[in-house]
């Protein structure tokens, strides 16, 4: 991710809840909601990274946003070295209140030409796989990240997409997900995405759209978007819809097209003042865009 650049950046279909099996229902219910039921989370990177558990929790009913991804080393540290209890712990916080937790947002990648820096990645990802599961949530974020000069573009690839079948059959065995989100040098350019995922086989494998620049590269947004949707999962990153020039109305006219139903997550880049403030500001942008799409 590029943190200076502020411009960057349905649901499960039934034949993919059928693959994973029917243990899995009671967590994707909600996805015979109608598109415009979109719903407005936050990433919590940036505007979230120094809340506690239950300040975070806290602030998000205060704002009425009310789905989380956790991103790893920052202050609600829910992480691999929490004990049984402590897990059971969190999960309960979330129990107890409106907000979801929809997982956790990793940095685990599958591109290393350096078999033991993937292996660490991937057992890492299956360390925060059972993580999730204990914590009630649906699914772990990671991501390519990198196309190595040194490797022919077409090994990378594959190798990518074995990562990704690989723990993403461990992942079933626990109802989660593997949430790919559209990242990385040349990675997150959509042909790429979609070369990838075209070998991907395991069916709760989704894309996670990121609203980069590439986005909008020749042939424009519409062509790209229609290259990976068909994989897309629960959860999509945004930025702050009032910053930068994405063109959100359009994205979510293509939502809306296609009845996409997942979480919308801010994935915020600027330092407010108050981060409480800005967040009920965003999902009101976040309510207007939804509504300008229909």
Known sequence: MNPKDLSRRGFLQQSAIAGLGAALLPHFAWSATPAADLRFGLVTYEWAKDWDLPTLITNCEKTGVLGVELRTQHAHAVEVGLSKAQRLEVKKRFADSPVTCLGYGSNYEYHSPDPAKLKENIEGTKAYIQLCHDIGATGIKVKPNAMPKEVAPEKTIAQIARSFNKVGKFAQDYGQLIRVEVHGTTTQELPVMKQIFDQVTESNVKVCWNCNAEDLL???????????KKWFGDTVHVREFNVGDYPYPELFRLFAKMNYQGWILMEA?????????????????????VAGSI
Not at 269 to 279: C, E, F, M, N, W
């Open 269 to 289: 880049r600027t330092q407010p003042a108050d981060r409480v403030a800005a967040l009920k500001e965003q999902l009101e942008l976040f309510k207007g865009l």
């Open 218 to 228: 020749p042939p424009g947004l519409e062509h790209n978007f229609d290259l990976v």
